[in-house]
Nanobody, 127 residues
Framework: EGPLVESGGGLVQAGGSLRLSCAASGFTFDRYSIGWFRQAPGKERVPVGVSCITRSDGSTLYADSVKGRFTISSDNAKNTVYLQMNDLKPEDTAVYYC??????????????????RGRGTQVTVSS
């Protein structure tokens, strides 16, 4: 295991829900923005959403494709960021990754999240 570990992926039917976790260890969690990204087979990695460095006030950003369906939350005491995914669609099928960047304002750009990156968890949504 590394500094960021994703969990909670699995197989779910369309319309169902999953909650992913991104557990951080070994660094000062509240100094980092934590982003969620996903990569479908044959496609590039794209943003899902971000728990901003100021997450204590609930600051988050979402990609348009998941707004209203996905929610990011955090538990600073557990150094964990969650991705609640509701009303899942087959097109949500992908490997989901979390990544961390220190002292960065909110951004959905994966290329800016260079400090820590998890190995991903597979989410498969069947039709």
């Amino acid at each position: 295991e590394g500094p960021l570990v994703e969990s909670g992926g699995g197989l779910v039917q369309a319309g169902g829900s999953l909650r992913l976790s991104c557990a951080a260890s070994g660094f000062t969690f509240d100094r980092y923005s934590i982003g969620w990204f996903r990569q479908a087979p044959g496609k590039e990695r794209v943003p899902v959403g971000v728990s901003c460095i100021t997450r204590s006030d609930g600051s988050t950003l979402y990609a348009d494709s998941v707004k209203g369906r996905f929610t990011i939350s955090s538990d600073n005491a557990k150094n964990t960021v969650y991705l609640q995914m509701n009303d899942l669609k087959p097109e949500d099928t992908a490997v989901y990754y979390c990544a961390a960047e220190i002292d960065m304002a909110c951004s959905l750009s994966y290329f800016l999240f260079t400090d820590y990156r998890g190995r991903g968890t597979q989410v498969t949504v069947s039709s």
